[in-house]
């Protein structure tokens, strides 16, 4: 490695060209600029940056995915009506148009910040980011990142999210995880949603859908929920509630303002009124 | 980067992508005909290494080709792998060209680090 800029040294012969013709070559295993730096490392890093701010206030943020109408809103609902006096919750809603699963959420008394996308399929670090200024950390305990419904993009943008979890409503296929491989692959918990209709549907299997997230060397507790019926949900809290003791424990262990602004892009971290 | 380096033009981008990073290669060279306009980049050459899904499998000790959506030992056919590759996106290398800099045709292998703290490639 060059000990100046930090570049590597390639097996692959280099070419120097000026205006077409070759003014320079240089044999294999030279010196080259040599980057191998992650294509999507801008984003990468503002979910670093996003990773640091919530661990600085020991939230605990989950990226909600699934494909649109498997119950993402429906689920917070339930659990904001479950957990509300346990946690305090904030959401995060992304959609292409229209404010109203954020209206669903506010509703129940907890503050939304609606992220409306326009034509982008999913959520990035950067409107995550952007949408955090809207919210006071000081007061969050549980961040819940309800992404676009989409089960392609959202998979590749890492939001600073401590865990991902993506749903699976019964009245899809259960070979939905092998249909979305990159989705379900990266799931920290899948959740069968609507799982009430499961006796009325002759064509989903849970222990399908459970082998095909094994296929993808995927671990992840699968349980059968419905935001229905509320006692269907404890998988679902107790899982919730170990990801906070978690939080809460890296959150004691982490030094006082560990969180240095040493990037690049500029922006101000000025206090933002809640919107509720 | 192009710019970082005093470079005129990149003349050819190398990618490795593996078919798990979520990113189709094909769609990614169309997109990339209409991103290149008007940058340094206008005339280079996209190149895509595509790279295969490689599992390991701590418990056999295997490590094997795998498809897409059954990440599994070819071994003994468990689940629990680790990815060994297939889900990259990475910018491996550019190639970058410069205004006349003729001198660098002499820099040659392992050429001794200039004074300035100049990294010359």
Known sequence: MCEYCGCTTTP?????????????????????????????????????????????????????????????????????????????IAVIEGDLETENDADRVRAKGVPAIQVITGQTCHLDARMVHDALHGLDLGQIDVLFIENVGNLVCPASFDLGQAANVVLLSATEGDDKP????????????????????????????????????RDLANGADV???????????????????RQVDHARQSHAGRPIGEHAHHHHSQHHHEPVERQT | ???????????????????????????????????????????????????????????????????????LCGSCGTWRVTLRSGDELLLKSLELEFPDQPEVAEAGRGAPATGDGECHV
């Open chain 1, 178 to 213: 092998a249909k979305y491989p990159v989705m379900f692959r990266g799931a920290d918990l899948v959740l069968i949603t609507k799982a009430d209709l499961i006796p009325v549907l002759d064509d989903f299997d849970p222990e399908k859908a459970r082998s095909h997230v």
């Open chain 1, 12 to 88: 692959e012969a280099i070419e120097i060209k000026d205006r077409g013709r070759v003014v320079a070559t240089r044999p294999a295993d030279t010196h080259s600029i040599e980057v191998l730096t992650g294509i999507l490392s801008e984003n990468d890093h503002l979910a670093a940056h996003v990773r640091d701010h919530l661990a600085d206030h020991g939230v605990l943020a989950v990226n909600l995915m699934s494909s649109p109408g498997s119950g993402k809103t429906s689920l917070l609902e339930a659990t904001i009506d479950a957990l509300g006096d346990t946690y305090r």
């Open chain 1, 223 to 241: 349980p059968e929920v419905s935001a229905r019926r509320p006692e269907t949900l404890k998988p679902w809290f107790d899982w919730i509630d």
């Open chain 2, 1 to 71: 980067m192009a710019a970082a380096h005093d470079a005129r033009q990149v003349s050819r981008i190398k990618l490795a992508i593996g078919p798990l990073s979520g990113v189709e290669a094909e769609l990614l060279e169309r997109a990339f005909t209409v991103a290149r306009m008007g940058t340094l980049a206008e005339t280079a050459i996209l190149d895509i290494e595509e790279t295969p899904v490689i599992v390991w499998c701590e418990a056999c000790g295997t490590q094997s080709h795998a498809s897409l959506n059954r990440l």
